[in-house]
Structures are given as C-alpha cells and as structure tokens.
C-alpha cells in the first residue's frame, strides 16, 4: 500500500498544480461529469483506500476530452500520501491521468449535508456536462444507518448521513430539477429500496451493494468506459461498474460480492407491492397472534440478510426482498408474486457470488436490534404505511417472552469438533455463504475494542483445514466497516462466548504473536 501511495505522490508531484479558478472558467461542456464524495475516514487512515482508488482513477486511461472527474476529499484522521492533507478538504479534478488541486476549503464535515450539497453545486455549475454521476465513498449502513463516517466528526455523533440528510442535500443542490444521470454508492449495504425510493427525486439510475463490500471497493478502470461511449446511459455505466467489480476480485475471491443497476423510475411499485404483502401479515397476526408471529419470525429468521455479524453486531437488519417474498409465497402468493414482477422490472443488472439467489435490492425488517432507535427512524422515512405498520406489530411480538425466545435460537456450531483460533476455543456464527465458501463471525475484543473476526472457509467439511482468517470488523455503531482490519503482531485479543440468557463471557486477553489460524479440535 505504501508503495502505491508513493506513486501517486510522484505522480502529483510531477505534473503540479493550477489555479482553480482559471481551470473551472475555462470548462465547456462535456458528455459527462463524475462527481466522487470521498470520505475518507478509517479506510484511508488505515488501510490506505482511497489512496488506492485515486491512483486507479489516475490510471483508468479516461482522455479529459470525454468526461471531467471533480473529487471532494476528507472525513479521514491521515492520509497514507504526501499530497492530499487531512487538516482540510480538497477539491481535485483528474485530467488525462494527473490529479490538479482546485481549492482547500477549510475542515469540513463530510457528514454534514449542507457538505454534501455544496460539493454536488460545485461540480455540477463548475464543470458543466450533458450527463452527471454522483459516487458517494465510504462506508455504508442501509435503511437505518445511511452512509458515510468522518472520521474528525464521528465522535460527536455528526460524522454520516441519514436517509432523511441525503434527501436534503440532494434537494438543496437542485437535482430536482436536474436529476443525475446515475447515483452509485461504493459502500455498503445501500442497494436499498428505502434509499432507491429517496433517489428516485434525483437521479434516474442506482448503482449499488445489497452486502458488505470488500475494503478495496470498486475498480476505477471502469471510468474508461466514457473513451469507448462518451455519451454512455447510467444503465451503460453502471453495468461496467458492476462488471468490472466482480472481475477485479475474480471467480475464486474469499469475499461475498453483490451489486446491482436499478431504474430509478419503477421503485415505487416495488414498495407498494411489499406494503400489500405484509398488510397480509399484519391480518395474521391480529388473529391466532402466538402461532401465526412463530411462523413468521421463523420465515424472517431464514430470509438472505445482509451486513450481519455475531450476535453481539447483527443491527442492519437488512434482508433480501426477492427472498422475502419467497419466504411467503406459500402463505399469499398473489402478494408475494407482485412484489417479484415489480423487482424484475426495476433491477436491470444484478451479479452476485451468493449461494442462494440474489435479486438486487433490500429492505429493512426488523429483527436484531437495536429496536427503538431503528424503529423511528425508519418511521420518519415514510416509505409505505402498511409496511411500517407491520415492523411495527412484528416488534411488539418480536420484544415479547416468544419473541426472546425466538431470537436466542441461532446457528452455532456445535458438533463432535470445536472451533479454536491459536489454541483458543471459539463460537463460530455463519454470517454468509457464496457458492465457494462460507463467511463466519467470530465475537472477539481486539485491543479493547468489539469486533468479529471475519473467517473463511472453503466448501464442505469444516474440518477440512481450508480455513482463512480474513482481519476483524469493528463495530461502529449502525453504519459498517467496509473490508477488514489486519491484525498486527502485538494485537491482543480476547474471544465472546454466550452465556445464560443475554449475557456473553469474555475470555482473558491473549497477544497474537504469529498469523491466527482457525482450527478444529475434538471436545
């Protein structure tokens, strides 16, 4: 990582800067403007991210003439180059593969949505185009949490964007008026229909993850295909996006994949279809109410969720729509069959690496945690009040005795053998399963602060040794980490293991003085 952030140091260096006023004046109309909202945050002070995204834009090979792309950098505590600082953010545009300093405007908070607008006006009245793309960098959290995590901010609560914050951005930059052509989210958990529903006001196509998305995100080669169709549709750019996101991990990648191109135009079907479905559910369990809410939390237990960790970081609550609708198809069929049709019609494109079929668009449903909080936010987005009624009744039986008990029975496994990492017996809980191996979270404390260590392992036994330990995924409250972190030799971790009821025993802590592997032993 450091060796590529020495290039784009080089690079910059090289090439110097330009007074960014004179530059802006002097820009005619292009085919199109990508604006990219980079929000640092711990993925650049850790791991060197988005330093590694500008050096792949930078070699992207897109010729200026095609497409102007205009950078909004900060939100990160250091950045792992010589040239973007993190006192301030920074406006940057890319021409033929060298990046130009516009304007340091002070330290801003990338959380903030008046930051937010200001960027998109920016770009949009600065560098005028026929076509506007919109990326929103960073983390990610789905209906409940929104995007993003300035680092600087954070910790006072103000550090991301709600739903509700990006409606007002949006708003306020005039994309009312003039909708982008596309919006893409290269964080996770965003391909929400929540957050198509929002989007719809103000762009006409959503690229975006159903999951987590790996730490190194997208690749930025796809910026080339403005050379090959400068006047390409959001439809035409999104589906390289997708395309060259499942090529740069490749076939036999140890993360789970998933994104998707939606027309913007035909979500609203989708949302009405889902509050059709579950006022079905809300019927049921006005009557024989303990049965019919143990038959459905049994339907969303087993529903594709996504974003889910151990049980002590498992509040996304994010699932699968299409699964969903599957889910109940045998109880209201005519409902659930809509809600298909209607998803099939608004997802163009959708790829994958999942074991089970994806379709390209989530929705919250509620079932993890934490309720209260989650709850009213997801009120105040007023996106179908059948639907809304329903998370609402499910709740009240879900925090009831058999709703506790319901929610305590998870997958642990348990068997003849028991997991150990470096000696240590742990709890294995599966999070996700692609059509190569399967993901575990393993509930740890990493130098005093809650993870899950993130495992792999290869197809079928799981005693077979093909086991990898891919870092940790810290909690951050409802928005999550993209990627993981590494550990480092002098790390100390300690390891979570349930107790009785809805206490959780730690371990002592032990140092990781050699890589850890995940093993199994006979109990």
């Known amino acids: 990582m450091r060796v590529r952030a020495f290039i784009l140091t080089v690079i910059l260096l090289a090439t110097g800067g330009y007074n960014g006023q004179t530059a802006v004046q002097g820009e005619a109309l292009k085919p199109h403007t990508v604006m990219i909202y980079m929000n640092g945050s711990d993925l650049e002070s850790e791991i060197g991210a988005a330093t590694e995204d500008l050096i792949e834009m930078l070699e992207s090979g897109l010729r200026s003439q095609n497409a102007d792309v205009v950078i909004l950098t900060g939100g990160a505590k250091y950045w792992q180059n010589d040239v973007v600082p993190a006192n301030e953010c920074v406006l940057w545009n890319i021409e033929d593969g060298a990046l130009f300093e516009i304007e340091r405007i002070g330290l801003r908070n990338m959380g903030d949505p008046d930051t937010l607008a200001d960027f998109i006006t920016f770009g949009m009245t600065n560098f005028p185009a026929e076509k506007y793309g919109l990326v929103l960098w960073d983390h990610g959290g789905g209906a409940i949490a929104g995007y993003g995590h300035d680092e600087k901010f954070y910790d006072y609560g103000t550090g991301s964007l709600t739903l509700p914050d990006m409606d007002y951005a949006f708003r306020k930059a005039g994309l009312s008026g003039q909708k982008l052509e596309w919006l893409g989210f290269d964080s996770c958990l965003m391909a929400t229909v929540e957050m198509a529903l929002i989007s719809s006001q103000y762009a006409k196509y959503l690229v975006a993850s159903e999951d987590l998305e790996p730490g190194d995100g997208w690749d930025y080669v796809f910026l080339s295909i403005f050379n090959r169709h400068p006047r390409a549709s959001g439809y ?168 506790q008990e319901e929610r305590q029975t998870r997958s642990i496994y348990a068997g003849e053998l028991q997991p150990h990492v470096n000696g240590n017996p742990v709890t294995l809980y599966r999070t996700a399963r692609s059509m190569r191996h399967t993901q575990y979270a393993i509930p740890a404390k990493v130098n005093g602060k809650d993870c899950d260590i993130v495992v792999c392992v290869r197809e079928r036994p799981l005693e077979s040794t093909e086991a990898k330990v891919l870092g940790c995924r810290y909690a951050e409250g409802l928005v999550k980490q993209k990627g993981y972190d590494i550990f480092e030799p002098g790390d100390r971790v300690a390891f979570y293991y349930p107790g009785q009821g809805d206490e959780w025993i730690v371990t002592d802590e032990i140092a990781i003085n050699e890589p850890l592997q995940l093993e199994w032993k006979v109990q």
């Open 236 to 403: 035409t750019i999104g589906r390289e996006i997708v395309d060259t996101f499942m090529a740069f991990y490749g076939p036999n990648s140890d993360e789970i994949l998933t994104l998707s191109v939606v027309d913007l135009s035909k979500v609203q079907p989708i949302m009405a279809a889902m509050g059709r479905l579950m006022a079905q559910c809300s019927d049921k369990l006005l009557t024989d109410r303990s049965d019919n809410f143990t038959n459905l939390a049994s339907r969303r237990r087993n529903t594709k969720t996504f974003g889910e960790g151990s049980p002590r970081d498992n509040q996304s609550d994010m699932v699968d729509i299409g699964d969903m609708a599957h889910q109940l198809s045998d109880l209201f069929p005519r409902e659930a069959g809509k809600v298909l049709i209607a998803l099939d019609d608004a997802v163009l494109y959708n790829r994958h690496n999942s074991y089970v079929p994806l379709y390209g668009l989530s929705s919250y449903y509620v079932y993890g945690g934490p309720f209260y909080e989650s709850l009213d936010l997801y009120a105040q987005l007023d996106v179908d009040e059948a639907y809304t009624a329903y998370l609402l009744k499910f709740f009240d039986e879900l925090t009831g005795a058999s709703g």
